[in-house]
């Protein structure tokens, strides 16, 4: 059983700054990679930000230069540093992490979803 949780999301101001936290635990023998998704309301979920285990990341454009991702593998932990928010950054953001578990003696891959938290950026 693996259970991730998000938290952090709020009201902010436009140009204003968050950081979301995403820790999953549970029977974990390693995550693969970890990532933000957001879904605003009537638009599809879309890619934020994601991580793999070795560091490297990827951005959706409309993020870059202002999100930032970081993962502390040790805690099993993905942060999302968000800066400079704009009106249109205000969605529930999702964590979706890839977890390697063990069961009847084999490993499989499973992704797990976070519940999601909520950020509205609104004057």
């Known amino acids: 059983q693996v259970q991730v949780v998000e938290s952090g999301g709020g009201l902010v101001q436009p140009g204003g700054s968050l950081r979301l936290s995403c820790a999953a635990s549970?029977?974990?023998?390693?995550?693969?990679?970890m990532g933000w998704y957001r879904q605003a309301p009537g638009k599809e979920r879309e890619l934020v930000a994601a991580?793999?285990?070795?560091?490297?990341?990827n951005y959706a454009d409309s993020v870059k230069g202002r999100f930032t991702i970081s993962r502390d593998n040790a805690q099993n932990t993905v942060y999302l540093q968000m800066n400079s928010l704009k009106p249109e950054d205000t969605a529930v953001y999702y964590c979706?992490?890839?977890?390697?578990?063990?069961?009847?003696?084999?490993?499989?891959?499973?992704?797990?979803w976070g519940q999601g938290t909520q950020v509205t950026v609104s004057s």
């Open positions: 991580c793999t285990s070795g560091g490297s990341t």
């Open positions: 549970g029977s974990i023998v390693r995550i693969n990679s």
């Open positions: 979706k992490t890839h977890v390697v578990v063990t069961t009847r003696g084999l490993r499989y891959e499973y992704a797990y």
